[in-house]
């Protein structure tokens, strides 16, 4: 019944940046935690970040601190990844994930109750 749609990926130079959007539809959008994780080819998947309903706190992996923002726009039902001074080694599908009932997304991602599809980002040497 939730759909969650991820865009903005693409291929950039290392150093470069990219803005991923998530768009919410069909639920209650303002009581979900929302995270992003990643997975590159061959590999398991890893959490990346995480917001919780309100956006007044979040996490980072460690490999991602510094260099990545999350955000979210309750307004339009959309959560954001900025990312910044992106190296080859974040080439990965990245997805976005809804936890609802103002429950917190964990590192493993077991208790999230809705995924994107994904969308790919290279960063390209």
């Known amino acids: 019944q939730v759909l969650l749609v991820e865009s903005g990926g693409g291929l950039v130079q290392a150093g470069g940046s990219l803005r991923l959007s998530c768009a919410a539809s069909?639920?209650?959008?303002?009581?979900?935690?929302m995270g992003w994780f990643r997975q590159a080819s061959g590999k398991e998947r890893e959490f990346v970040a995480t917001?919780?309903?309100?956006?007044?706190?979040?996490d980072y992996a460690d490999s991602v601190k510094g260099r990545f923002t999350i955000s979210r726009d309750n307004a339009k039902n959309t959560v954001y990844l900025q990312m910044n001074s992106l190296k080859p080694e974040d080439t990965a599908v990245f997805s976005c994930?809804?936890?609802?009932?103002?429950?917190?997304?964990?590192?493993?991602?077991?208790?999230?109750?809705?995924w994107g599809q994904g969308t790919q980002v290279t960063g390209s040497s």
């Open positions: 994930a809804a936890r609802r009932r103002f429950k917190v997304v964990t590192v493993g991602g077991g208790g999230c109750d809705y």
């Open positions: 069909g639920g209650t959008f303002s009581s979900y935690s």
């Open positions: 917001i919780n309903w309100s956006g007044d706190t979040t």
